[in-house]
């Protein structure tokens, strides 16, 4: 069983509506990770944290904002999300950020639904 | 720009043969690379992580080699069984960008009784 878990497990959401998706690990890793994935797609990365810091953006829109309130939580907030942005959201992470031959750890994703 | 390419074309093999799966790369001299398994609908779970200066690695039924000079890594999962089909996607992390993991397409396998 993963260690990284997200809730919730299906989210559907209108346009003009505003979610957020939860992720929360125990394992002490201080490098956390929101990565998209479509449907015979793999995982593409969002967003890094390392340290509890945005250390990457990979020039994600900004209907989509990732906050790291502590060490073990790391939240994605939805607004005016378009129906493309449908897809698995998936959480991961890792034990160092600063060092090679860390293992990621994923949770089992939130499936989001834009309608 | 950094590029990895799977096997594009699902691989459906008997029980009990070996599977071998291949990761090529380019644009890039990756420190380590990783493997993960994904079924349907769940997140990809870690396999095997291989170094720069490991030639291969083995877990249980599985194997992995690394050849740095051809950009390539082999996945073998040796015995295999119908429990082990699923998608296998290869990983490299670039650490000039702050550990970032960027995956190939992946590879389903199809293990038949």
Known sequence: DTEVTQTPKHLVMGMTN???LKCEQHMGHRAMYWYKQKAKKPPELMFVYSYE???INESVPSRFSPECPN???LNL???ALQPEDSALYL???SRDPQSSGNTIYFGEGSWLTVV | SQKIEQNSEALNIQEGKTATLTCNYTNYSPAYLQWYRQ????GPVFLLLIRENEKEKRKERLKVTFDTTLKQSLFHITASQPADSATYLCALVFMEYGNKLVFGAGTILR???
Not at chain 2, 39 to 42: H, L, V, W
């Open chain 1, 18 to 20: 505003k979610k957020s």
């Open chain 1, 53 to 55: 810091k945005l250390s």
């Open chain 1, 71 to 73: 060490s073990s939580l």
């Open chain 1, 77 to 79: 907030h939805l607004h």
């Open chain 1, 91 to 93: 959480c991961a992470s």
């Open chain 2, 39 to 42: 079924d349907p609908g769940r």
């Open chain 2, 111 to 113: 293990v038949k009784s």
